[in-house]
Each structure stands twice: as C-alpha cells, then as structure tokens.
C-alpha cells in the first residue's frame, strides 16, 4: 500500500514541476526574442563601413569590462557580415588569458597587459610568434556614493584612500569638508564598499592611488582587494546596487553602471584648476597622456594617473585585446583581423562613449591598425 | 528525495532470499545485472578516486610555492609575489555559518515533518509536502537574491536588537553600523535552504514508523505526544541525523546564495554581526574567474580541504547512525 501512495506522489510532484518547467522555458523564450528585435533595428544603423573577411567561428573571452562594449560591437559587425559567428566569453581576464594560452580562443580580452610568464606561456600556442596586447577600449572609473542632500562632492586622492583604508570614518570628516566647503556633510558613518571578487577596476584603482596618494596607499596594486577594513560585494553591479541600497555607502565601478543606478559620482580633484568629473570625454584626455611602453608590435600602455592636466579624469581602465603577431590560427585569422579593424576603426571607437567607454587616444589607435593588418 | 533516507543510511539488508542461488546465476539476465551493478559501483569508486588524485596534484603545486601557512593564515592572495594564501578563515566562516544553520533548521524542520506527518488533517498534509518538495527544487540563485535583497535590510533591526540586549555575549557584539551582510545572516538564509531538504527525508522518515508501534502505545493508554515520544522520534533518530547531514553537506557547500549574500574579507572576527568572513565555496566562486593557473591550483587546494570536511562529516554521521541502528530497530 505505501509503495502505491508513493508513486501517486511522485507523480504529481512530476506534473506540478513539469508545468513549472514548462511556464519557465515559456517565459524565457519570450525575454531572448525581445533582444534580438532590438538587436536588429540598431545594427542596421551603424553597418556601414565594416569589411568583411573569413567565415565560421570566432571564439574569444575575458574581460568582463568590456562586455558591453564587445556586445555592441559584435551586434554590428554580425550583422554586416552573417558569414562570421562570434562569441565572446566574459569570464574575466584571468580566465580570458588562461583559455588563450590552452588556444581554446582566438583572442583574449583583458584588464591589464600580459606579464611575462603569461608571454612565455603564449609562446607555445603561438609557435612563431607570442601574444601581444592591442589596446582597444578605455573607460573612467566612477566613484560613487550615497549621501541624501549631497549632490555633488569632492575628493581628492589622499581623501579616497583614507576613505577606502578606513582611516576616514564619519562623512564629516575634517579632510572632506575641507574640500567641499558648501556641502551639508551629514555625520553618519562612511560604509567604504569594494569588489570581493578579483578584478581589473580594483588594480587599476589600486594604480591610481599608489600613484596619486603614495603616502596615504602603501599596497601593491592587484586584482584583490588589498585593505583590510570595508565592506565588499560580488562584481561592478554588486557593488553598485550596494551603493545604491546602504545610506553612506561609496564605492568604485565603471561609469556605465553610476549611470544607470542613478548614483552620484564624485568629482575628482587632482590639482588642476577645476575638479575634474567622471565622463568618457574626461577620460579620453587622461589616456591620451599614456605612453606606449610594450616591444615591437605589443602595445602594451603605461597610464599616467597622477595627471594634473586640465579636466583629464585620472581613474582610468584600459583593456586590451591579446591576440598572437604570428602563429595565430589560420582558420579563425581572417575573421578576427576582420573584426578587430572594425573595432579599431574611427566607427568602431566612436560609439564607445555611448555605452560610458572612453576611445583610445588617435595616436594609439592608429598603431593598433597599423598592426592587426600584419598579424598571421 | 524520496529515496534519500536509504541512500544515505545504507547499511544493506542481505539480498538473499535464496541462498541456494547464492554464486549460480544460472539466467543471462542475472548475470548482466550483477556485472551491470557491480561496475558501476566500481565506476563510482574510480571516479571518486580520480577527483581525490587531481585535486591533490593540483592543491601540490600551489603548496609548495606558498609562502604563508595554508592552515593559519589570514589572507588569500595567490597571484602576489610571493604568493600567499591560507584557509584559517574560509574554514571559520563554512563552519560557524553552517553550525548556526544546522542550529536554527534542524528542530524546525523535525517540527515540520512531525506535523505533516502526524498532526496536519491528510487532506493538508498531501499539499503541504509538495510545496516542500518545491522549496527544494528553487535554484540557491535564486535564495541568494532574496537574502540580498529582502533578508538583508530586514535583518538590520534584528541585529541592533541583539546587539542591545545579547552584545555581551561577544558573539552578538556588533561594532558600528552598515547592513547585515555577515556570517549570521548567511546562517539564517543557509537554515532557509536547507530545512526542506531535512524536512522532507525527515517526514519519510517518520511516515514509515510501524503502525505497530504507535497502535500499541496508544493501546497502553499513551497521549500523542507521549507516541510521538516513545515510537516515532526513538525510530526515526537515525533518519533525523542522515536527514540533516544531508542539510549539512548543502550547508557547507553552498555558493551562489553566500557569494551573494556575504560581504568577505580575510580578517578574523569573532563577532558574528559584523560584516566580513567568507567560505570555501565562496570564495572559490569569488577569485575563479580571474584567477590566472596558479592561482586556480591554489583554490582547488581550498576545494579539497572542503572535500576532506565533507567526507569527515559524513564519516562521523555513519558512525554515529550504526552506533545507534540497534536500538531504533530502522532497518529492521
């Protein structure tokens, strides 16, 4: 008897879970349908100068933070040229530049430039030739905060690493005052917020500000999170819905997620005449002052975030596509030459700022031309 | 589901009924049953054997180059020059969040399975079962959201109330403000996830007491509580300690709902209010994507420490059930 009332059960509890299923595949099929319209209306806009090349599969991965931009990019060029399929994997630039070096991809996106090891390690898949980086998308880090009835606010380097090594504790400290006389600075406690995960955006504002505020930033700048007090979330959007949640809060990210979160970033003043604001445009003119300190066809950047030029907004991200100069895989060669002179190209970087990027200096992008036709 | 409570509490009944069989399968069908059965139980250990060898070549490497304690030591930074890494923490955080769970979901989830297996009318119980069995189909995604973005801010004005009146206790001593995202709260939210798991084995369990039993205390003139005491809980303790080992085992390797709940860090603190802490799971989940191939290799280390933990907790709960098999009479 008990063996029967067990099968019963088993089997409601199979159509109950089956019509949940199926209303959740349902569901899911009508969201990627959406996409795909949008996709299309776009894409037809900006098709125009892109040049065709190979056909089948381009596989790459990595950087996270230039997955929108990579989206968008993808959508056009797809569009333009049906022939070539491509997948971008956004796992993170460590996983990106692991999965180049095993040669599951044909290019990797990453935050920073290859070390050394990861070069030799190149060396093996590229046969002839090793990895390089090309430099193709920039981007501004905001600072963002949430404090009722402060609108705008400035911080100065040394004031955001205190802040961020809880050396500065209360938002009316002497030190944020100083900088924003006008501001009603309320007395509640500062809730600093930081990635848990590892992370391009943490290194790179971890160079900033061993850089800018040597004396008040003594960690080296890794991926990890370095300090030890504060409060972390998972990945940019953790971090930003966070900011957004918790009264006090500030934390750091790509502009694009301040934008859409509707947070407040704070102005940056790096000792030039005026505080210098987080756009793509501000951050442009930060990035024209990198110098190109890579071999050869490896353009590897050495940003400059101690900068005082006028409104050039110094918390800057590049990330690099990697690819080999030689060696590369001869089925997948065209295409990615293809796509990636799409990217570089003037249209391509053009319709970075509208995703809150910033394009690659002229100077630096002529280079990367110069060299994605060269690569074999 | 259904099956748990013998897939985790095994001692097999001798499957002989006739034992002058025993040795003469004389049908073709026999023969590839056992040949069947007994490869996969060999596949099974093999598998189980290779995952052992790789994480430990794997967790090798990464030792050998770590400059830090691995056991002792406060920080994880593999990818550093020199690396250094260690679990102290990791090991501290899936321990305390998993005890405060097991604390919080094992009572309850044995009054659940209590009630719908002997109290609740059987036109409720039936309903209230599958909506169990739901709750134990619901991606931890899903549970971690909800912590994040319910359990969270609704908790704050819990932790200042026990702050105020249990701060003494240390464990309950909350230094300055900020949102909820500590070690309690991932224990609240991990006693959510599991008290399905624990309760629907439980209630099995508890639904196969021998009618006889029960008749025969209730003909001694027993209350329900008193059956409740004397036949059911006493046969069914071995089911309650599988059942929650079970919860223990998704206890202790849970990620996504932690990972999203959490705000880690490597310092150690034994108040359980403040923000930070972390797990194995978490952490894996947290540092996998950018890590580089060292650092991969020195958090497989990590996974197989939680790999040991788990089969050591596993280990003591098959003791501590065959220690008790002979009094309960549950496999007889």
Known sequence: MKLQRRNVRGLRALTVGAAAVSTALLLTACGSDDNTQQGGEDATKAAGNIKCGGEGKLLASGSSAQKNAMDLWIKNYMAACPDVQINYNPIGSGGGITQFNQGTTAFAGSDSALKEDEVEASKKICKSGQGINLPMVGGPVAISYNLSGVDELVLDAPTIAKIFDSKIKKWDDAAIKKLNPDAELPSTDIQAFHRSDESGTTQNLGKYLAEAAPDDWKYEAEKSWPAKGGQSASGSSGVAAQVKQVEGAIGYFELSYATSNNLNSVKIDTGAAEPVEATSDNASKAIAAAKVVGEGDDLALELDYATKAESAYPIILVTYEIACDKGNKADSLEAMKSFLTYTASEDGQKILSEEGYAPIPAEIATKVREIIPTLS | ?332
Not at chain 2, 133 to 145: Q, R
Not at chain 2, 192 to 209: C, D, G, H, K, S
Not at chain 2, 245 to 265: D, F, I, K, Q, Y
């Open chain 2, 1 to 332: 589901m259904t099956t748990a409570p013998t897939a985790s509490a095994p001692p097999p009944a001798p499957l002989t009924p006739e034992p002058a069989a025993k040795g003469k399968a004389t049908r073709p069908g026999d023969k590839i049953f056992i040949g069947m059965s007994r490869g996969s139980g060999i596949f099974l250990l093999v598998v189980m054997a290779a995952i052992a060898a790789f994480l430990t070549y794997r967790a090798y490497i990464a030792i050998s180059q770590n400059e830090a304690n691995f056991l002792t030591a406060f920080e994880w930074n593999p990818q550093g020059d020199p690396p250094r890494f260690g679990i102290a923490i990791l090991a501290y955080g899936t321990v305390v969040s998993s005890i405060i769970a097991m604390v919080i979901a094992v009572p309850i989830s044995v009054g659940i399975a209590l009630f719908v297996s002997h109290y609740a009318p059987r036109r409720l119980a039936g309903p209230l079962g599958y909506v169990i069995d739901l709750l134990a189909a619901v991606p931890s995604i899903v549970y971690g959201l909800w912590g994040a973005l319910v359990l969270v801010p609704y908790l704050d004005g819990m932790n200042m109330w026990l702050d105020q009146y249990f701060g003494w206790t240390y464990l309950f001593d909350k230094s300055g403000s900020g949102p909820a995202r500590n070690l309690f709260t991932v224990g609240i939210l991990l006693a959510v996830m599991i008290l399905p798991v624990i309760t629907n084995v439980t209630r099995e369990v508890f639904l196969q007491v021998p009618k006889m039993h029960e008749e025969a205390a209730l003909a001694l003139g027993a209350t329900r509580w008193e059956v409740i005491r004397m036949s059911v809980l006493p046969f069914g303790r071995s089911g309650i300690i599988s059942a929650s080992m079970l919860g223990l085992g998704r206890a202790l390797g849970e990620t996504m709902a932690v990972a999203t709940v959490l705000s880690p860090n490597f310092l150690f603190s034994g108040h359980l209010l403040d923000p930070g802490g972390g797990t194995f799971a978490q952490n894996i989940a947290a540092k996998f994507n950018e890590a580089n191939e060292f650092g991969r290799d020195a958090l497989i280390a990590s996974g197989l420490v939680l790999f040991v933990m788990t089969l050591l907790v596993n280990g003591a709960a098959r003791l501590i059930i065959a220690r008790r098999k002979e009094y309960s009479g549950a496999n007889a």
